[in-house]
């Protein structure tokens, strides 16, 4: 398919992943003799035969492949083990059965169907937001693939959002400077003087797209609350969500310390919200250290039976 339309893998892949869920092909431009080798590789295919979690794991690998052919710093997919944790997370915190999640930032949608895939005995509906043309295309594919209702919108999720309330927002937040200072303005979280940070006004739209007492699961840099702008965003946070824990994953996940993160548990403040006698605060021992992680897992169980 790459070969064929002179593309990018990515591109491709994308190609690949609609003919695979129409079960046919279905680009008119090939020549014959392409059509008759992908027909011979799509027959040889049963989806059915797969679950959504193993579907979405070998497209994951797939993606990696085209992701490193093309780098792109801030494109970069949420690794496995940091959404496969978030999702064990949003299960033990979220209680209903119904439940709408958001990801304003969706990007291959590849965390956010990991979510999906670890929460239990539960029905799902999503959505999920993303600039960039090329990785919507692979998140929404993804979704079909996978079978999950999940509803994309391609724009710049800092604008207005057409979406209804979410119980809860999971987010790998882009980090960086948000360039639109007009749009900024909008938002408690702008900058005095220069740009904002887009992960702080991330955070901000989604605790204003979740329902009171929602919770949010964000992907945070381990120095969110110690960059200059960091004052703001702690008095944001005191009035309107209650920081339920604060996760920092192992450094062996990231390439060095500045590229580190955490995974920030908010709740949105509201009638009946209650804080935590404390907040969950875990250093996450390496994943490979399994009884380490088992006692951290059971801390987690524990911390909730009392809090939740
Ligand atoms: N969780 C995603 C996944 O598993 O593929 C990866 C998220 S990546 C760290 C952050 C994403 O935010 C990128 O895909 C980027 O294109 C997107 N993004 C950055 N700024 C945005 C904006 N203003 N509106 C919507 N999406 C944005």
């Given at each position: 398919?790459?070969e064929?339309?002179?593309?990018t893998?990515?591109?491709?892949?994308?190609?690949?992943?609609?003919?695979?869920?129409?079960?046919?092909?279905?680009?008119?431009?090939?020549?014959?003799?392409?059509?008759?080798?992908?027909?011979k590789?799509?027959?040889?295919i049963?989806?059915d035969?797969?679950?959504?979690?193993e579907?979405?794991?070998?497209?994951?690998?797939?993606?990696?492949?085209?992701?490193?052919?093309?780098?792109?710093?801030?494109?970069?997919?949420?690794?496995?083990?940091?959404g496969?944790?978030?999702?064990?997370l949003?299960?033990?915190?979220?209680?209903?059965?119904e439940?709408?999640?958001?990801?304003?930032?969706?990007?291959?949608?590849?965390?956010?169907?990991?979510?999906?895939?670890?929460?239990?005995n539960?029905?799902?509906?999503?959505?999920?937001?993303?600039?960039?043309?090329?990785l919507?295309?692979?998140?929404?594919?993804?979704?079909?693939?996978?079978?999950?209702p999940?509803?994309?919108?391609?724009?710049?999720a800092?604008?207005?959002?057409?979406?209804e309330?979410?119980?809860a927002v999971?987010?790998?937040?882009p980090?960086?400077?948000y360039?639109?200072?007009?749009?900024?303005?909008?938002?408690?979280?702008?900058?005095?003087e220069?740009?904002?940070?887009?992960h702080h006004?991330?955070?901000e739209?989604?605790?204003?797209?979740?329902?009171?007492?929602g919770?949010l699961?964000?992907?945070?840099?381990?120095?969110?609350?110690?960059s200059?702008?960091?004052?703001?965003?702690h008095?944001y946070?005191?009035?309107?969500?209650i920081?339920?824990?604060?996760?920092?994953?192992?450094l062996?996940?990231f390439?060095?310390?500045?590229?580190a993160?955490?995974?920030?548990?908010?709740?949105?403040?509201?009638?009946?919200?209650?804080?935590?006698?404390?907040?969950?605060?875990?250093?996450?021992?390496s994943?490979?250290?399994?009884?380490?992680?088992d006692?951290?897992?059971?801390?987690?169980n524990?911390?909730?039976k009392?809090?939740?």
């Amino acid at each position: 398919m790459q070969e064929e339309f002179d593309c990018t893998y990515l591109e491709a892949l994308a190609e690949t992943g609609e003919n695979l869920f129409h079960g046919s092909i279905l680009q008119e431009e090939l020549s014959e003799l392409s059509v008759k080798r992908l027909r011979k590789s799509y027959d040889s295919i049963q989806l059915d035969r797969f679950s959504s979690e193993e579907i979405r794991k070998s497209f994951q690998l797939a993606i990696l492949k085209g992701m490193k052919q093309n780098i792109q710093q801030n494109h970069q997919m949420t690794p496995d083990s940091i959404g496969m944790f978030m999702g064990y997370l949003a299960d033990k915190f979220l209680s209903g059965k119904e439940i709408h999640l958001l990801d304003p930032a969706v990007g291959t949608g590849n965390l956010l169907t990991t979510v999906i895939n670890h929460m239990h005995n539960r029905t799902i509906e999503a959505t999920g937001v993303e600039i960039d043309d090329i990785l919507i295309k692979l998140a929404y594919i993804n979704a079909n693939l996978q079978e999950h209702p999940i509803q994309f919108f391609n724009q710049d999720a800092l604008e207005p959002l057409f979406t209804e309330l979410a119980d809860a927002v999971i987010c790998d937040l882009p980090v960086g400077y948000y360039p639109n200072d007009v749009r900024a303005a909008e938002y408690k979280l702008k900058a005095d003087e220069g740009h904002a940070y887009a992960h702080h006004l991330f955070i901000e739209q989604s605790v204003n797209h979740v329902k009171e007492g929602g919770y949010l699961f964000l992907l945070v840099p381990n120095g969110l609350f110690e960059s200059q702008l960091a004052g703001k965003l702690h008095e944001y946070l005191k009035e309107h969500a209650i920081i339920q824990g604060l996760f920092q994953l192992p450094l062996t996940l990231f390439k060095n310390e500045q590229a580190a993160k955490s995974i920030l548990i908010l709740q949105k403040k509201g009638e009946n919200v209650k804080p935590p006698k404390e907040a969950l605060l875990v250093n996450l021992p390496s994943l490979s250290k399994a009884q380490a992680v088992d006692r951290i897992l059971t801390q987690v169980n524990e911390w909730i039976k009392e809090n939740k």
